[in-house]
């Protein structure tokens, strides 16, 4: 067994009593039947459906065995086995065994909210589709709302991204992959990291540049004012006149649309869908402030996706980007 190693067996012996249960690798092999359906795949592993000996689904991800020196999964491990949420994937157990180690998820059927977003929505009716959106952000605000302020020890995830963000039969939001995730008492405000974790394009500034605020929940909220865009967005939600491909051209000409005209016309949003859009494009806009100071909580975005749109603020010009 080499050193690190026998570093994660130690942590995980010390946190036993408290940790979901450990599986052999023998018998996750007979829960995937020998690693028969993969059902995904990323740089930290492939992830295969399977069924435990009580016939339930499960999600098996198994972490390639040069996943670094174990920080992440013992990270995940420890974070997603403090959370009890439904907004929130649960984890049922783990498996570290020499250089092989997998986790144990619930399995989510409808996939990762990315499949949503790209995926050929044309045949749902605008008024379902929206409502859908909504009720997905609302999941994803509650989720992330519960691990900064719900649970025994603040989570502060740092890769929230439509990937990670799994879907259920019901397409309510499950957060999942806490391989980024840190820990600290609910009375500390701020983090100290070492390291640049997180998702290119999702990473909030702070993360980079030490003069933009200190690190903390926040950074998570900047994370999620991205995905509203992309929910809103999809891939069809650019002006035809604008490079699709810039976060820029998009982020400045919503701003700058909705605040000379308050409507949103030109994205074939209906005067029965437009509050639902307005709402969640008005949120998105404040969660990627430049300053963690000036986005709001994650309470705060639950109340203005819930509350009337009357109420909702528009926030200062996003021209930073």
């Given at each position: ?34 690693f ?6 990323g740089?930290?592993?492939?992830v295969f ?28 491990i ?17 498996c570290?065994?020499?250089?092989y ?60 991204k ?56 926040k ?38 649309h ?64």
């Open positions: 067994m080499s050193e690190d190693e026998r570093r994660v067996e130690a942590i995980l012996q010390n946190y036993e009593l408290k940790a979901p249960k450990r599986y052999k690798y023998s018998q996750i092999k007979k829960i995937t039947q020998r028969n359906n993969e059902i995904g795949k740089g930290f592993g492939t459906k399977g069924k435990l000996i009580d016939g339930q689904e499960v999600a098996v991800k198994v972490l390639h065995q040069s996943n670094g020196k174990g920080e992440d999964f013992v990270n995940e420890l974070s997603i086995s403090k959370t009890s949420h439904i907004n929130v994937v649960m984890l049922l157990g783990f570290f065994e020499g250089c180690r997998a986790l144990i998820y619930e399995f989510v059927p409808n996939g990762t909210l990315a499949d949503f977003i790209n995926k050929d929505k044309s045949n749902m009716e605008a008024s379902i589709l929206w409502e859908r959106l909504h009720d997905i952000a609302v999941g994803i605000a509650r989720g992330l709302e519960y691990l900064h302020r719900g649970c025994s020890a603040q989570i502060v995830h740092f890769d929230i439509p990937h990670n963000i799994l879907l259920d039969k019901k397409f309510r939001p499950k957060i999942a992959d806490f391989g980024l995730a840190k820990l600290c008492s609910t009375r500390k405000s701020t983090l100290s990291i070492q390291g640049k974790g997180g998702t290119p394009g999702y990473i909030a500034p702070e993360l980079w540049f030490d003069n933009f605020g200190p690190i903390s929940s950074a998570d909220v900047y994370n999620y004012g991205k995905i509203a865009f992309e929910m809103v967005g999809g891939r069809k939600i650019f002006d035809s006149k604008i490079d699709s491909s810039s976060e820029y051209c998009f982020t400045y000409w919503v701003y700058n909705l605040n000379q005209c308050g409507n949103l016309d030109a994205y074939g949003v209906t005067e029965e869908t437009e509050e639902v859009a307005k709402k969640m494009i008005l949120v998105g806009l404040w969660c990627i402030q430049k300053l963690p100071a000036e986005r709001p909580s994650m309470s705060e975005v639950v109340e203005m996706l819930k509350g009337r749109i009357e109420d909702l603020r528009m926030p200062p010009n996003p021209k930073w980007f």
